[in-house]
């Protein structure tokens, strides 16, 4: 079973930067799509970003688009967020997943599998 840790998250002035790491454990997650979303307290988990197994596709929502860049490295079982032009609204827990096979709706939380514990980012105005 694939373990995941998110590292990098923190407290950020409005307009910085940060990079998020999400490395794996237990197994290779090569095989696998791969995905980060964002929650807020009482609020349901939200599409931040996904790549393709082999990190050649990547995809966005729409509100962090050309600010934020998912990228992956396969040889170090390690999946980022850069996340950049950060604004109050990003705050959130941060977390990474592995997506299923079979599932073709890469924006939903269903569609993923194995999660990880979560890094807070907080952006202060």
């Known amino acids: 079973q694939v373990q995941l840790v998110e590292s990098g998250g923190g407290l950020v002035q409005a307009g910085g930067s940060l990079r998020l790491s999400c490395a794996a454990s237990g197994g290779t997650f090569s095989p696998y799509g791969l995905g980060w979303f964002r929650q807020t307290p009482g609020k349901e988990r939200n599409y931040v970003a996904s790549i393709s197994r082999s990190g050649d596709s990547t995809y966005y929502a729409d509100s962090v688009k050309d600010r934020f860049f998912i990228s992956r490295d396969n040889s170090k079982n390690t999946l980022y967020l850069q996340m950049n032009s950060l604004k109050p609204e990003d705050t959130a827990v941060y977390y990474c997943?592995?997506?299923?096979?079979?599932?073709?709706?890469?924006?939903?939380?269903?569609?993923?599998?194995?999660w990880g514990q979560g890094t807070q980012v907080t952006v202060s105005s």
């Open positions: 997943a592995t997506r299923r096979p079979s599932a073709a709706i890469i924006e939903s939380p269903g569609s993923y599998n194995y």
